[in-house]
């Protein structure tokens, strides 16, 4: 029964930053990874960066590794998403989701994953 909300998505310059925020509500248990995944439009969605809370496990996928930071807070209310340097191939809706099931620390994209209903983040050249 947990709830994603996303937000903080905007607008900026190549080489601004973002801070992404997703409120988690309800039951979080068994929702053992969480993370952030981005659609550009015409492309598919694809992984950003996600959390293992079982053992603390970080992933980034490549565009992210130095740029982007995920957090969870301790409380597992808040998923964080800082952005810095972006770029415009960053221009996406970005989605944060949740779920039982986990592939390298990301959310397992099935039917039992919880997803935000994104937030546009746009990076202009």
């Known amino acids: 029964q947990v709830q994603l909300m996303d937000s903080g998505g905007g607008s900026v310059q190549a080489g601004g930053s973002l801070r992404l925020s997703c409120a988690i509500a309800g039951s979080t248990d068994s929702r053992w990874c969480m993370g952030w995944f981005r659609q550009a439009s015409g492309k598919p969605r694809e992984r950003v960066a996600g959390i293992d809370v079982r053992n603390g496990r970080i992933n980034y996928a490549e565009p992210a590794v130095g740029r982007f930071i995920i957090t969870l807070d301790s409380a597992r209310s808040t998923l964080s998403l800082g952005m810095t340097n972006l770029k415009p191939d960053d221009t996406a809706i970005y989605y944060c989701?949740?779920?039982?099931?986990?592939?390298?620390?990301?959310?397992?994209?099935?039917?039992?994953?919880?997803w935000g209903r994104g937030t546009q983040v746009t990076v202009s050249s």
């Open positions: 989701a949740a779920s039982t099931f986990c592939r390298e620390a990301y959310p397992g994209q099935s039917t039992l994953t919880a």
